[in-house]
């Protein structure tokens, strides 16, 4: 397995996705992030199933910098416990890895 993982945040719109993620890209916590602009969420909140459209941030990583990037997301998100799950990558194009790597930055992060 390697270090490099993939980070799934959701957002409550296109636009405070593309903000967190510029920032987080600014700052070297990540090398890349996909936006996917409107997927449908349901799930329970406050004892309700409830239904909303968000934006889900697909973002590239290390493990050494997930712990700044998670509390940058909680600082820069609208919502009180934003989604922010890491996934390992178990494997995947030796190049894109390695540049994923050189991309963040170790002393930011």
């Known amino acids: 397995m390697s270090q490099e993982i993939v980070v799934l945040v959701t ?3 296109e636009d405070e996705a593309r903000n967190i993620a510029k920032i987080i890209v600014q700052k070297g916590l990540v090398a890349c992030v996909n936006i996917i602009p409107k997927i449908q969420s349901v ?11 968000e934006s889900l941030l697909i ?3 290390t493990m050494k910098a997930f712990e700044k990037l998670e509390s940058a997301i909680k ?3 609208s919502y009180s416990v934003p989604e922010i799950i890491a996934l390992p990558i178990h494997a995947g194009s ?12 170790t002393k930011e992060a």
């Open 11 to 13: 957002a409550g719109s």
């Open 43 to 53: 799930f329970t909140w406050d004892g309700a199933v409830t239904e909303e459209q």
């Open 59 to 61: 973002a590239k990583t």
């Open 75 to 77: 600082t820069l998100h």
């Open 94 to 105: 030796l190049e894109y890895l390695s540049w994923v790597r050189e991309t963040v930055n």
